[in-house]
């Protein structure tokens, strides 16, 4: 679980790394509306240095405003395939 607020150390990620993780998981499930990305630059900056990619969960009503925060400076971001409803309208969705 990554803290947002805490100070991003890329030696502790890249253990994972060398185990083959390739990604981190952000579940907004329940919290989506309050997300803001400027709480999160750092660390996902060091995501991004990683090569990884960003798994986003959250319920689809937030989808739009959120993933324009992500794909303007994310380029892998992938979906949580148990999002239902996903919309097909949302500026950075692509089916």
Not at 2 to 22: N, S
Not at 44 to 65: C, D, F, N, Q, T
Request: glycine share 6%; with cysteine; hydrophobic share 40%.
């Amino acid at each position: 679980m990554l803290d947002p607020t805490a100070r991003v150390d890329l030696g502790w990620l890249q253990e994972p790394d060398r185990k083959g993780i390739i990604g981190v998981r952000l579940n907004l499930v329940r919290t989506a509306s309050a997300f803001d990305y400027d709480a999160w630059p750092a660390t996902l900056a060091a995501v991004e240095k990683m090569g990884w990619h960003i798994e986003l969960r959250s319920e689809a009503e937030y989808l739009p405003e959120i993933l324009p925060q992500l794909t303007r400076h994310r380029e892998k971001i992938v979906i949580d395939h148990f999002v239902p409803e996903f919309p097909t309208h949302c500026v950075g969705c692509e089916i």
